[in-house]
């Protein structure tokens, strides 16, 4: 816990997602906005969440779709000059996420300079994207090679797109992956992006993890933070702060507004 607080400096804090557009080489890749775009259309969300009073914001590669396991490394470099152009513009803690490429995260947290990451470190899943094996042995190793011992790693231990092939309970798999995997903190996430984890699940891996920081990981929404915070140490949220509550659109401020003072009174 002492990690994580020493990072977020506050209680139970709301990190904001930085949804870059579709890098270049992905399908979705807009190459008449080019890389320009994608860096106005960031900086506008940045600056729309930290005058919103978010307490960390992350940068993560949502539009890339179809999601790739092993990422090329464009969409990577990318994601670090946008993150380097707008670097003194942030104010906030801020952490990266490069879907589903552990090795490709906590590399651009390294060169960005980053204070945490989230992937899917550990499990083995049947998903969208074919058999998912993640390897948190690797990844936190790289980290050490790195020299990045400081960085937080943030586990999602339900993860999105799949179903696990692990058939112990979900709290059982969060226990575990604390042993033997070692992470900074453990996410809890829906099926979806946007969908939100179910709040017995959040309870459960709570329980049996109370010397960790759990976080609620997608869909929390304006009604349901305070009751997302009465359980979870922390949560991270994108779509709600989005203009009409959609994932692919920009963020609305006052959206973001209204929500950090839900999350404020909650905690």
């Known amino acids: 816990m002492a990690k994580f607080e020493a990072v977020f400096g506050t ?4 990190i904001a997602m930085v949804h870059l557009g579709a890098l270049p080489g992905t399908p979705l890749y807009n190459a008449d906005r080019g890389v320009a ?15 919103a009073g978010v307490d960390a914001v992350m940068f993560g590669n949502e539009n890339d779709r179809p999601y790739e396991f092993a990422v090329d490394p464009a969409s990577t470099t990318t994601m670090a000059y946008v993150i380097g152009r707008l670097r003194e513009q942030i104010t906030v803690p801020f952490g990266v996420n490069v879907l589903w490429d552990p ?8 060169a960005c300079g980053a204070a945490f990451c989230r992937e899917i470190f550990t499990g083995t899943y049947a998903s969208d994207m074919g058999h998912w094996a993640p ?8 980290r050490k090679r790195l020299d990045r011992e400081d960085l937080l790693m943030l586990y999602n231990v339900s993860a ?4 696990s092939l692990d058939r112990r309970p979900l709290a059982d798999r969060a226990r575990s992956a604390v042993f033997s995997s070692i ?3 453990v996410l809890v996430s829906g099926q979806i992006t946007g969908e ?4 017995e699940d959040l309870e459960a891996v709570k329980s049996v993890l109370p010397d960790t920081p759990v ?17 979870a140490d922390g949560c991270v949220v994108g779509s709600s702060l989005k203009v009409d509550g959609n994932t692919w659109n920009p963020v609305d401020p006052e959206r973001a507004r209204q929500f950090m003072d839900l999350a404020r009174a909650a905690r």
């Open 160 to 163: 999105e797109f799949a179903d």
């Open 37 to 51: 775009g994608l860096l106005r259309d960031a900086e506008a969300d940045l600056l729309a969440l930290q005058a």
């Open 183 to 185: 992470p900074d903190a």
């Open 135 to 142: 390897d948190a042995g690797e990844a936190l190793r790289y």
């Open 196 to 199: 939100a984890a179910r709040m």
């Open 103 to 110: 090795k490709s995260t906590v590399a651009l947290a390294t």
């Open 11 to 14: 209680p139970k804090p709301v």
């Open 215 to 231: 976080l609620a990981n997608t869909g929390v929404k304006h009604k349901t933070v305070a009751e997302v915070l009465r359980i």
